[in-house]
């Protein structure tokens, strides 16, 4: 009977345990956000981790980053959605967020560089429009209760697409512009959708570190070409 009801989802708990079940997942994404900037601010503390990331950019180097971003992704993915074992959801969403926070040096680093030279403070703009951005969205799903499931295809097939885009433009060295990352913040958005329906209809009570680590990574996906449009400018 105990191991009926962990893998009941959320959907078919009680309205106190689902309230609490969101109340944790988004707990645990405010944490990962935190972590994140923590973690973004003792990397710019260290010289050499800044240099070291901004030399990975060039040409086939920042394609070998991508391979291992990936990887790292579907390990931490795997350690926790896979699994009931809450260390390792723990785990897995830590590997994530120090992953993120390595892979935005170069990023926040261009940004910072605009603002010190007397452009706008385009940090602050991209994490507000993000902000507001996600929790539209996310509102959305948790107001209406519907189920994005069907976007999954979707958004496997544009994933794939950018993807090739982005090995196409690394291997023949054009730059994929300003509607590319536009076209992206739009996939992002309906990542956000979908993993926040799968927040609703999909996970157990007990995988809200793991919810959250879903919801993470469409947050930064969003932050990241926002961020890219922004420093643009």
């Known amino acids: 009977m105990e191991e009926f009801k962990q ?3 959320v959907s078919a708990l009680s309205d106190d345990k689902r309230v609490a079940f969101y109340k944790k997942t988004y707990t645990h994404l405010a944490m990962a956000v935190l972590l994140f900037i923590i973690v973004e601010w003792v990397f710019f503390q260290i010289e050499p981790i800044v240099n070291f990331a901004f030399s990975l950019t060039q040409g086939w180097r920042w394609f070998i980053v991508l391979g291992g971003f990936m990887l790292i992704t579907n390990y931490a ?10 260390n390792q959801q723990y785990l897995g969403l830590l590997l ?8 935005f040096i170069p990023l926040i680093g261009i940004a910072m560089m605009i603002s010190e030279s007397g452009g706008a403070n385009i940090l ?3 994490a507000i429009l993000t902000l507001s951005l996600f929790t539209g969205l996310s509102a959305v799903v948790l107001v209406t209760k ?3 499931s069907f976007l999954k295809s979707m958004l496997t097939i544009g994933f794939f697409i950018a993807l090739g885009l982005i090995v196409a433009g690394l291997i023949f060295g054009f730059n994929l512009g300003l509607w590319f990352s536009v ?3 739009i996939l992002a958005s309906g990542s956000i959708l979908y993993q926040t329906s799968n927040m609703v209809h999909k996970y157990s ?5 793991g919810a959250s680590l879903g919801l993470f990574a469409s947050l930064m996906l969003l932050f990241w070409y926002i961020l890219s449009i922004l420093s643009r400018e």
């Open 146 to 148: 519907k189920d994005f």
């Open 7 to 9: 893998i009941l989802p």
């Open 183 to 185: 076209g992206m913040v």
């Open 205 to 209: 009570e007990d995988q809200y570190v």
């Open 124 to 126: 602050n703009q991209a």
């Open 96 to 103: 994530y967020v120090v992953a993120e926070a390595f892979i």
């Open 77 to 86: 993915e795997k350690m926790a959605h896979k699994n009931h074992n809450i």
